[in-house]
T-cell receptor, first 114, second 115 residues
Framework: GAGVSQSPSNKVTEKGKDVELRCDPI?????LYWYRQSLGQGLEFLIYFQGNSAPDKSGLPSDRFSAERTGGSVSTLTIQRTQQEDSAVYLC????????????FGSGTRLTVV | GDSVTQMEGPVTLSEEAFLTINCTYTATGYPSLFWYVQYPGEGLQLLLKATKADDKGSNKGFEATYRKETTSFHLEKGSVQVSDSAVYFC??????????????FGKGITLSVRP
């Protein structure tokens, strides 16, 4: 597609429920990142996928968070047993190749845990 | 580890005022430096970048110079417009072939420009 697409754009969930957030990167972009944007905290790196390599999961805050990328394209971020502190905007970005510029960000999913 | 520090916000200016948003960083080696902008309801967009010391990035009237001696990358614009109202993020990344070149962001600062 023309840009990075994320869905849903907004999600309200009850504490303790599981949620799945989807990211559809730009076609042909081999690198995909998930970030979390919390109020007053800036953007926090969560996980990185590059081609068929093992993902860098070093930013995931707990084992309730996981992500996968199927077929080198669409990625799903799953949060299990959601907590109120998980409320944030979750941003996905993709880029072509290994250069450290040229990122394209999606508009994000705003997650609210009530 | 790497870190980026931005001045505290929010910032409110009148149209045509001069803008400076401070950004300093801590990193090993020679990172590339970026300013990203997030307009209301939109995704993050790259505003400008600089990849080595003394480089000046510029776009849409905004400028920032990579100062290694002061580890800074302050954003400036001579005359802001209402349409510049947005959240601005300073960020850094290491050039790495085949490795994780993730962006490390500052906390962001909200700029509001009034007519």
């Amino acid at each position: 597609g023309a840009g990075v697409s994320q869905s849903p754009s907004n999600k309200v969930t009850e504490k303790g429920k599981d949620v799945e957030l989807r990211c559809d990167p730009i076609s042909g972009h081999t690198a995909l990142y998930w970030y979390r944007q919390s109020l007053g905290q800036g953007l926090e790196f969560l996980i990185y996928f590059q081609g068929n390599s093992a993902p860098d999961k070093s930013g995931l805050p707990s084992d309730r968070f996981s992500a996968e990328r199927t077929g080198g394209s669409v990625s799903t971020l799953t949060i299990q047993r959601t907590q109120q502190e998980d409320s944030a905007v979750y941003l996905c970005a993709s880029k072509e190749g290994a250069a450290n510029y040229g990122y394209t960000f999606g508009s994000g999913t705003r997650l609210t845990v009530v | 580890g790497d870190s980026v520090t931005q001045m505290e916000g929010p910032v409110t200016l009148s149209e045509e005022a001069f803008l400076t948003i401070n950004c300093t960083y801590t990193a090993t080696g020679y990172p590339s430096l970026f300013w990203y902008v997030q307009y209301p309801g939109e995704g993050l967009q790259l505003l400008l970048k600089a990849t080595k010391a003394d480089d000046k990035g510029s776009n849409k009237g905004f400028e920032a110079t990579y100062r290694k001696e002061t580890t800074s990358f302050h954003l400036e614009k001579g005359s802001v417009q209402v349409s510049d109202s947005a959240v601005y993020f300073c960020a850094l990344s290491h050039a790495a072939t085949g490795a994780n070149s993730k962006l490390t962001f500052g906390k962001g600062i909200t700029l509001s420009v009034r007519p």
